[in-house]
Each structure stands twice: as structure tokens, then as C-alpha cells.
């Protein structure tokens, strides 16, 4: 396809491209991260506090509200504001920490992204700011009072909204080339009476000099003078940027520096100005607290600068406009000429053209959001662990349980990242988590194929995968484990394009290998093929912290684990195969993992430990184990009958081998034979059809076609996991709880559709119930996947007990239209996924809004958890195209 941003993304196959330089980087939250804190005991959220990031710089990174920053997250452009009445500036979003929250931490603010394109050419977010004084008491309050079993209080309930009493901020951003940034501020104030309000736009360095690892600092100077205000700001490695501010606001000047003598009462602070300086400047009145540039002056050099734009009064419906341009050098002769309006225009016609035009209709509206929100999800991730372990030597030595045994993250020393991520949310989850990410990359491909490549290559890449295999799984704590889908949504990624990467292919293949290995030799300690691995992303799934080992002697053998691996070994071997087609080296390597997923297949159904696999047949379902041998010799092996998502995995191993691999790949076609004539139970696994033209076609299933129909029946049971807006992670039928023994142990689980009623992993998440995206969107594929070869001669009742029978393809289509109707307004004109929330209301200033949550009311389809999750839940885009395809 042609168009002007589709030429600059084949121009920016590179990430460290020119038009990639400059994007929404800039992390939402960067307090309450592992990043920043060196504490002896590990409570991020205690050690760096919402209340301590006015006054106290960051290490690692820098946050504000509608952001943007360089790629290297050196420099720094957002929007403060304040209404008259709030005690601090609103320069970043406000949320509860994990132990504030009453389902963990929880962002209590408005805000869409709007609009964007990859090269981030285009950007649009809206921020709803209320124009009574922000509650931040009230709403810590009432999170304490609701308790678990509450709903989560918002904004709203606390009445500051009311009477659409806040200001709708909206921030433009488009790129004159890609180191000119035009920035347009609007402001419309949609309450009923006149309303004062103070935009601040910032520009700032983030900190790289208090650490005593980099004496050099880099300097901003403001000056104003007859017809221009701005702010040249001097860096020695990205050089000199100019931004030029419209009109005539005050410039103030601070340092990026903690007030050591407020927060902390120590005898002096670094600098003669804070970080706060501005704030207090501004809220408090304080005269000597930054620097005040007069008229026709310059500033000293400092490291933080805003432009303080003051309206006594906006009147109702009335907006006002701020400009801002950021450039390259000495600045722009004529910022805000036409040069600005017309960037403005031509970028958001171009965003229109690579979109496929204007949304007309609300799919077409939901999926330009979702992209749009998984756009921005990019933040500027650094991290060097040997560093942070360490302490810096300006800092006092790092406390000795921080490098202690069991200590967070101790054995990731060779952790050293410093990149552009994307991250699962925005705020609730500002740092990259593995299998997050990966499904992040399946409507990436669909809009940027290059940067999606890179993501994945990242994650293998020697700073960041261990030395043993592993994959990162997430910043708090690396060494968890998270499902292997990285080999899927390569494939993904690699069939997304019409001329097909193999070089990628065979890149993230060799690191894979690695990865598998590690697999294979840590999470199956017994060597019979089925597999642990702990929680596996899906946090409270089981009665029991599957992540914990269990009573002496006891262990798990997880159905989920080892159908992730079954599923892990086909995706190996269709990158092995593809690959073949090229370098016939690679033939044998796809043979070890055809061989490896029929051993894992063999298992998992009837052999394995006291053999017991996790197949059960009285149920027609798949269920975790839990064993121990005795003296003799034999093996104890349970059931944990609880029918969880844990139990549909097994539907994920699946691949089909297409004609062209007997034909061109004759030592393959002819191992397999071997294999099925000297072990003939593993043509269980395997099905053959014949063509008309007389070749083959081969289908591996952990999951023989009487087993598949028993579990697909328990799947599409409207009384067990099919809601009306996708598989739930839990059967329903569980709602009235059951117990169930583990080692010994009596424990109580029990279908929960909405939020967590456990604090198991911090609470803020629930796989007992909620409708997922990941998942989700996983057995769309595999069922479309096994339509594929049986085509009409494979039906299910769909509802279960409905009388009404569908191909598997017709089912997959209509699990991704449940999926996507979380979205589309239904026959009340409302989104399900808009639950009883304000945006659910009448008022088109909420409705005409798309918030993408991080899971689902498995019930009513109410968005729960993080509430800008257009990282996974932006797979919503894709279902939305037609996706998958055969590939």
C-alpha cells in the first residue's frame, strides 16, 4: 500500500531511525517501580511514593502526562496543569498503590489516546482534568472502606465530576520531520460556569548526574523577548533542541533535583532549586523557589523549565489553545507560521490515509483506538541490574539483603537494557512483561512489521534473556515464568508480511532453541514430560500459588505447563520447517521437535507419573496433578479437578502439515513414518486427510477428535466457560465454590466473574472467572487452525445443548465476535465493556469514549483491572481485520 506514512515506515526499518527518534516514550507512572527502588526489603510502592515524586528525581526514567521524549528518554516534553485548587501541580496521574487499592494498584484518572501513527508522525491524547480540587484524600478513603468485595471506587463517585465540572485537554502532536515537533494544547472547559486554569507545558532532562556515574550535565535557558519565548536546552549526546512556546507566558527554570532538606531533612540539597520548584512557584507562591524570567532576559541554566500560561476564567464551552515546537538547532524563524497549521492538517490527513480513511462506524472506531492506545503503550525502558543491585556511588552502599540469597532479581545481574518497550498498560503496568508482549506484537504486524521484529528479537537478545535461556519475565521479578507464546507470535509476525522475513525467522529460532532448552531442563524435573512452570502469567488460577512448592514430597505436573510446551514444540518445528524450505540444515532440527511433541503428547495422555496423565477421562477434561513417589518405588498422582482455562490449553497444540512438506521435505515425511510404524500410539495424535490430487495433509493435535469434542462441549457450555463475550477462564459451574484436596490439604476455590477476592499475587488480577484477551484470542486460532483440515466434516453444537451446529471455523468467528462486542455498542446503545461505569452513561463526553481493560466481567463483560490495556486487549484490532489467516 502507498501513502505518505507507509513511505516513512519503509524508510524506518531501524529503530534507531530518524523518524523514530521522537515518540510517546514517556512512561505515565515511574514511581512505585522496581526501577526505583533500593530498598533493603523490597516494597517498591513504600520506598518511592506518589507523594515523594513532586520533590525526589528519578533514576531510571521520568514520567508526565501526555508525554512525549527522545528514544534515549534524555529529554522530556508533557503538560502540567492546575485548576487553583489542588495543593500540588497535576504533572502525572494519580493512583493507589498496590496496598492503597482495594484490588491492588488502581489509576483513578480520564484519559484516551485518540489517534497516532507508527512513526508517531501524528499523536493525539485527551486528559479529563476536574476543575474542583482533586480528591486524592477521598479517594484513598474510600478504596480503605470498600474492602475486597467492593467494587473499585473512581473519580466519579467522589462527585468532583459532577455536572461535567473538568477541563478536556486535548494534546496534538505532529512531526514537520522528525526532529520538529509541532505540539498543540487545547483546553475547553465543559462545565456549566467560568473556570480558571494554568497549563504548563514542561520540558526537562531527566537526572543522569546525581549518581556519581556521569559528572555531565546537560543545561535548559529560558529567555523571552518581543514576539517569541523559548527554551534552548543543550545535551551532550542528542546536542541542542530549541522549544519555542506561542504567546507570552511566564518562563520558570528549576533544577531536576531532590529537595534532600524537605523530604528528607537533611542539612542541603544539591542544587539552590528542586524538582518542586515550579510547583511551589506556582501553588504556594514561594518567590525564591525557581527562577522567574523577566521580559527581554534569559535564565541561569537549569534542568527543568515550563512555559506558565495563566486564564482567570474560561467561560462554558470555551476552549483555549497553547502552540509549542520543538526543533533540532537554533530553532524555527517563524514557529508559528503556516508551516504549523499545515503540518497539523497534512499529518492528520495522513494518519486518515494510512487508516484506511476516517472511522465511519464504531468497529471502525474501535480498532483505530485500540491501535492508537497500543501505539503509546512505547515507553523508554533502562535498566542495568548490576547497577541497581549495587547502589550508586554517590548513594550510600546498597543494603546487604538486597544481594543476599532469594534477594529480587539478584541472579540477572547481566540485565542491561536500555530501549523502547512496549509495555502492558500505561500506568498500572509501566514495564515490559514477556508473554505481554508478545501478543503486543500481533496487531504491531498488522501496522508496523518492523518494530514488532525487533520487540521480539529484544527479548532474546544477550542483555536480556539469561545466559541459561530464560526469558525475562517481568521487572518484579524476572526469574518467574511466564507461558512460552514468544515462537507463536513470531510465526505471527512472520506471515503478517507479504514478502516473508527469514532471516528474522531464523534469528529468533536460534534463541528460542536456548529458551527451549531451558525449558526442558528446569520446569521437567522428573524427565517424563510433564512439564511445571508455577503460575504462568495466569496468577490465582488454582486453589493453591502454583509457584510455591508444596508439602515434602509433593509436586505439581501442570496440564497448562505441559500443553504450553506440546504447543512450544509445534511452533519450533513449523519455524524449523519453513526454514528447511531454504536451508536443509534445518530439517533434522524439525524432526527433534516433532519427535519431542509426541512424547509430551504420549504423556499428557496416559503416561507420565503413576500413569496418570493430565488427561481425565471420567471428566472429558485436562486437570493439573499433583504427585509424590513413595519407597517402593510406585508414584501417587491426583487430579485437581477444578475446570479452569487451565484445562483448554491443551486445545493450543495444534499445527497442520501441509502438502508441501512431504513433497519437500522427504527426511521429515520419512522419520515421521518411522516413528508411527515403531510406536503406533502416537498416530493418536496425528490425523491424515488426502487431497483430491492425491497428496497429504497431516493433523497434530495434543487432542484426538473424541477428545476435542468432549472438551469443545465443556467450552461452548453457556453454563460452564462461553459468556457472551468470550471463553471464561473459569467454569461457571464452580460458583458455588467446591474444595478440593491438594498434598493433603483441604482448599476452597470458586468461580469469580469479576475482580479478585483473593490477594493471591497482590490481588489486582483474577483468572477465576474473567473473560482474557490473550487466551482468547489463542483459541480463536486454534480452532480456525483444526478448521483448516477438517473443514464441514467437524461440527459442534455452539451453544452446547442449542441443537444448532457449526463448523470450527464458523466457531472461531464467532468467539472473535463475542470478543469484539465487548466494544460495540449493543441493543441499549451501550458497550458491555463500559459495565457501570461513567462512561457508560448518557452524556456523549463519556460515551463516544473506548476504554480498553485489562480483562473482563466473565458475566457481563465490564472492563476490570487496568483500564489502558491496549497492549494485549489491542488484539481487539485484529480480530476486528479478519484475523487469523492461514499461515
Same mark, same amino acid.
Given at each position: ?72 528518554? *534524555? ?14 501541580? $497535576? ?32 499523536? $493525539? ?7 474542583? @480540587? ?370 528474522? +525467522? ?28 508455577? *503460575? ?33 514444540? +509445534? ?25 519431542? *511433541? ?82 503406533? @500410539? ?95 484470542? +489463542? +483459541? ?71 476504554? *480498553? ?35
Amino acid at each position: 500500500m502507498s501513502g505518505a506514512e507507509r513511505d516513512r515506515l519503509a524508510d524506518s526499518g531501524e529503530m534507531t531511525s530518524p523518524w523514530r527518534l521522537w515518540g510517546p516514550y514517556l512512561a505515565a507512572r515511574q514511581w512505585g517501580t522496581v526501577r526505583e527502588d533500593y530498598s533493603a526489603d523490597g516494597n517498591a510502592w513504600g520506598y518511592f511514593s506518589f507523594d515523594h515524586a513532586r520533590d525526589r528525581a528519578y533514576r531510571w526514567g521520568e514520567d508526565g502526562i501526555a508525554g512525549v521524549c527522545d528514544r534515549h528518554g *534524555f529529554l522530556n516534553l508533557a503538560v502540567a496543569l492546575w485548576n487553583g485548587r489542588d495543593p500540588i501541580l $497535576k504533572e502525572r496521574y494519580f493512583g493507589l498503590s498496590n496496598g492503597e487499592g482495594n484490588h491492588g494498584e488502581d489509576v483513578k484518572e480520564h484519559w484516551w489516546v485518540l489517534d497516532g501513527t507508527p512513526t508517531h508522525s501524528y499523536m $493525539k491524547v485527551l486528559y479529563r482534568y476536574p476543575q474542583a @480540587e482533586f480528591p486524592y484524600a477521598d479517594l484513598r478513603r474510600l478504596a480503605a472502606e470498600a474492602g475486597r468485595d467492593g467494587r473499585e471506587p473512581e473519580l466519579s463517585d467522589t462527585g468532583v465530576l459532577a455536572d461535567n465540572r473538568f477541563f478536556d485537554v486535548t494534546v496534538t502532536y505532529a512531526k514537520a520531520a522528525p526532529d520538529d515537533l509541532c505540539v498543540e494544547v487545547t483546553a475547553t472547559n465543559q462545565g456549566p460556569a467560568d473556570a480558571r486554569l494554568d497549563l504548563l507545558p514542561q520540558l526537562w532532562f531527566r537526572n543522569t548526574w546525581s549518581w556519581g556515574r556521569d559528572a555531565r550535565r546537560p543545561a535548559l535557558i529560558a529567555a523571552t523577548d518581543k514576539g517569541w519565548t523559548r527554551v534552548v536546552a543543550e545535551h551532550s549526546l542528542i546536542g541542542r533542541y530549541t522549544l519555542h512556546a506561542s504567546g507570552h507566558p511566564t518562563m520558570l527554570v528549576t533544577d531536576n533535583e531532590t529537595d534532600e532538606i524537605g523530604l528528607f531533612g537533611r542539612g542541603r540539597n544539591p542544587s539552590r532549586y528542586t524538582k518542586a520548584g515550579i510547583d511551589d512557584h506556582v501553588v504556594r507562591g514561594a518567590a525564591d523557589s525557581c527562577q522567574v524570567v523577566e521580559p527581554g532576559a534569559a535564565s541561569q541554566p537549569g534542568t527543568k523549565a515550563a512555559a506558565w500560561y495563566h486564564f482567570d476564567a474560561v467561560a462554558p464551552g470555551e476552549s483555549v489553545t497553547v502552540r509549542l515546537r520543538l526543533i533540532r538547532g537554533d530553532g524555527h524563524g517563524r514557529a508559528f507560521g503556516s508551516t504549523f497549521g499545515s503540518t497539523m492538517d497534512l499529518r492528520r490527513a495522513e494518519a486518515d490515509e494510512f487508516h484506511g480513511g476516517p472511522p465511519v462506524t464504531q468497529r471502525d472506531l474501535v480498532r483505530r483506538r485500540a491501535l492508537a492506545g497500543l501505539m503509546w503503550t512505547k515507553q523508554v525502558y533502562r535498566f542495568r541490574l548490576r547497577h541497581w543491585l549495587e547502589g550508586d556511588p554517590a548513594n550510600p552502599p546498597a543494603p546487604a539483603q538486597r544481594l543476599g540469597p532469594g534477594a529480587r532479581n539478584v541472579h540477572w545481574r547481566h540485565l542491561d537494557v536500555a530501549d523502547v518497550l512496549s509495555m502492558p498498560d500505561e500506568w498500572e503496568y509501566p514495564w515490559f512483561a514477556a508473554w505481554d508482549l508478545a501478543f503486543h506484537m500481533v496487531p504491531f504486524a498488522s501496522i508496523d512489521p518492523a518494530f514488532a521484529k525487533d520487540q521480539l528479537l529484544l527479548m532474546c537478545r544477550e542483555w536480556m534473556m539469561h545466559p541459561d535461556g530464560q526469558l525475562p519475565a517481568y521487572e518484579w521479578e524476572f526469574g518467574d515464568v511466564n507461558p512460552p507464546v514468544h515462537a507463536w507470535a513470531a510465526l505471527q509476525v512472520y506471515h503478517a508480511e507479504d514478502t516473508p522475513d527469514r532471516t528474522f +525467522l531464523a534469528r529468533v529460532f536460534h534463541k528460542l532453541l536456548l529458551n527451549f532448552s531451558w525449558w526442558v531442563n528446569r520446569k521437567d524435573p522428573e524427565g517424563n514430560y510433564l512439564f511445571e512452570g508455577g *503460575f504462568l502469567g495466569m496468577d490465582n488460577i488454582g486453589p493453591v500459588n502454583r509457584s510455591e512448592p508444596l508439602p515434602a514430597g509433593w509436586r505439581f505436573e501442570q496440564s497448562d505447563a505441559t500443553s504450553w510446551m506440546a504447543t512450544y514444540a +509445534l511452533h519450533l518445528m513449523r519455524m524449523a520447517l519453513e526454514l528447511a524450505r531454504h536451508d536443509e540444515a534445518y530439517e533434522d532440527v524439525a524432526t527433534k521437535f516433532v519427535e519431542h *511433541f509426541l512424547s509430551i503428547a504420549g504423556v499428557s495422555a496416559r503416561f507420565g507419573s503413576a500413569s496418570r496423565g493430565i488427561w481425565d477421562e471420567r471428566d472429558g477434561f485436562c486437570y493439573d496433578l499433583v504427585s509424590r513417589p513413595h519407597g517402593d518405588g510406585t508414584v501417587e498422582s491426583l487430579p485437581v479437578r477444578v475446570r479452569s482455562m487451565v484445562g483448554l490449553i491443551p486445545l493450543l497444540a495444534t499445527a497442520v502439515l501441509e502438502p508441501w512438506v512431504f513433497d519437500e521435505l522427504p527426511r521429515f515425511a520419512a522419520r515421521l513414518n518411522y516413528l508411527l510404524h515403531h510406536q503406533p @500410539e502416537f498416530g493418536q495424535f496425528i490425523g491424515w486427510r488426502t487431497e483430491p490430487d492425491g497428496r497429504r495433509r497431516a493433523l497434530l493435535s495434543l487432542l484426538d477428535d473424541d477428545k476435542l469434542h468432549r472438551v469443545l462441549t465443556r467450552m461452548f457450555d453457556e453454563r460452564e466457560f462461553l459468556s457472551p463475550h468470550g471463553i471464561r477462564s473459569m467454569s461457571a459451574a464452580h460458583r458455588d465454590g467446591l474444595t478440593v484436596e491438594i498434598a493433603g490439604r483441604t482448599h476452597w476455590v470458586g468461580y469469580e466473574p469479576g475482580e479478585s477476592r483473593t490477594p493471591m499475587f497482590g490481588g489486582n488480577s483474577n483468572w477465576r472467572g474473567p473473560v482474557w484477551f490473550p487466551t482468547n484470542a +489463542l +483459541l480463536v486460532q486454534a480452532l480456525h487452525t483444526v478448521d483448516t483440515f477438517h473443514g464441514d466434516a467437524f461440527t459442534v453444537e455452539l451453544p452446547t445443548g442449542s441443537g444448532r451446529r457449526v463448523t470450527l471455523g464458523e466457531a472461531a468467528g464467532e468467539l472473535s465476535g463475542r470478543l469484539a462486542s465487548l466494544f460495540l455498542p449493543g441493543p441499549d446503545g451501550r458497550r458491555p465493556a463500559d459495565g457501570k461505569r461513567v462512561e457508560s452513561g448518557d452524556s456523549p463526553l463519556w460515551s463516544e469514549h473506548v476504554t *480498553f481493560s485489562e480483562y473482563f466481567d466473565g458475566d457481563t463483560g465490564e472492563g476490570l483491572g487496568a483500564t489502558h490495556q491496549t497492549g494485549w486487549t489491542a488484539l481487539v484490532a485484529v480480530l476486528l481485520a479478519g484475523w487469523p489467516v492461514n499461515g
